[in-house]
Each structure stands twice: as structure tokens, then as C-alpha cells.
Nanobody, 123 residues
Framework: EVQLVESGGGLVQPGGSLRLSCAASGFTFSRYAMSWVRQAPGKGLEWVSGISSGGGSTYYADSVKGRFTISRDNVKNTLYLQMNSLKPEDTAVYYC????????????????WGQGTQVTVSS
């Protein structure tokens, strides 16, 4: 059974940092591209960042470019999102999503999502 479990969310002041983790199990993690997607209160889904299966290619939404860094550890089967210089508009539930085999950031065809972790940026 595929499982994606996010952690690391919380309340942080503007300008602060958080590191999200997504522990993956039930599939061969190193074979699949992965992504972070967020949903702010009352808004639709926003694709935040993506990473290729080997980690060599990364992708970012313009809204987070230069502030967020996606990475993965294919030994620990874990996806990460380092978030720096956080802004109130980054407040959202952040989801880890697994792309279908052969899919990537460009077609965004996913098949499994985690339950999400809440990030709140507020003073």
C-alpha cells in the first residue's frame, strides 16, 4: 500500500523557516518524480515544487522560487521542502504528491497524495 506522510508544518513568523518532510512507503521511491502542492484557505491547489526521480532536476512555482528548496533522499525514501523567508501568503496545507511512472512536473499526472501538513505564517 502506498503511503505518503507529511510532517514539519506549524506556526512560524514572517521571515522564518520550516522544513517539511514526506515519508514514502509502499513503492520504489527512487523510480518516481515527486511534488509538493499547497492549498491556501478558500483557494485552489497550487503546484509549489517538483523533483525528478533521481533528484537531478527541480522545478518551482514563481511564487516560491529563490525561497524554497526541494530535495529527496532515495535511501531514506523521504522528500523534503526547505522553506525560507516565509510570507503570510505561504499559509496553506502542504501536500506531498507522487507522480505516475513516467510523469513529471510538466504533465503533473499524480496518483497518490499525502494527508497534508498545515503551515501558518503569522506574527
Amino acid at each position: 500500500e502506498v503511503q505518503l506522510v507529511e510532517s514539519g508544518g506549524g506556526l512560524v513568523q514572517p521571515g522564518g523557516s520550516l522544513r517539511l518532510s514526506c515519508a514514502a512507503s509502499g513503492f520504489t521511491f527512487s523510480r518516481y518524480a515527486m511534488s509538493w502542492v499547497r492549498q491556501a484557505p478558500g483557494k485552489g491547489l497550487e503546484w509549489v515544487s517538483g523533483i525528478s526521480s533521481g533528484g537531478g532536476s527541480t522545478y518551482y512555482a514563481d511564487s516560491v522560487k529563490g525561497r524554497f528548496t526541494i530535495s529527496r533522499d532515495n535511501v531514506k525514501n523521504t522528500l523534503y521542502l526547505q522553506m525560507n523567508s516565509l510570507k503570510p501568503e505561504d499559509t496553506a496545507v502542504y501536500y506531498c504528491a507522487k507522480f505516475k511512472y513516467g510523469s513529471s512536473w510538466y504533465d503533473k499526472a499524480t496518483d497518490y497524495w499525502g494527508q497534508g501538513t498545515q503551515v501558518t505564517v503569522s506574527s
